[in-house]
């Protein structure tokens, strides 16, 4: 039973560029939700992602965009990269359909890195 | 907006000595989870605490719930190194909301 993958584990972009994350939920999952963790904080919500819309969004700016496909997996995306943008990005699945309970499984992170 | 505190930002114990962490919500909750993250990890789920005054116990592991449910706390009996992590609560409310994390360290 697959856990949650995330790609790239690491990559490095320089400012102004544009990137994009992937994630592959838990088998059996049908939400993803996305985490920002800057080094010794606790991960700050992104957006939330169920039935290929997007349900809930923390306090990030635009430039912060998603997509869910139709078998669960979602894509982070991020334009015009700033230096504060460098940080771990978990993707977190859950099953919400029938159990309503939004209980995290994250994966490994991608961790980004902006010069 | 919904904020939670967690307090302290760090503890550095004996082994065998106790360990508390304490999180605070500015919002009434409709749960409460725990995660541990092990250095260089990824958070990964301890447990869901959903009832007011709620009390859970995991092997040395004791998590309550407050009754007015905007607080929570873990306690660790006996630490031992491989409790070594940071610890996060995570509040439900509108959002899923994570505190700061305590990070802990053991000292064999």
Redesign the interface.
Known sequence: DAGVTQSPTHLIKTRGQQVTLRCSPKSGHDTVSWYQQALGQGPQFIFQYYEEEERQRGNFPDRFSGHQFPNYSSELNVNALLLGDSALYLCASSFLKTSGANVLTFGAGSRLTVL | ?QQVM?IPQYQHVQEGEDFTTYCNSSTTLS?I?W?KQRPG?????LI?LVKSGEVKKQKRLTFQFGEAKKNSSLHITATQTTDVGTY?C?G?G????????TILRVKS
């Open positions: 907006g967690q749960n989870q995660y990890g990824h958070p990964v789920f869901q996060f995570a439900q509108n959002k899923l909301v994570f505190g700061a994390g």
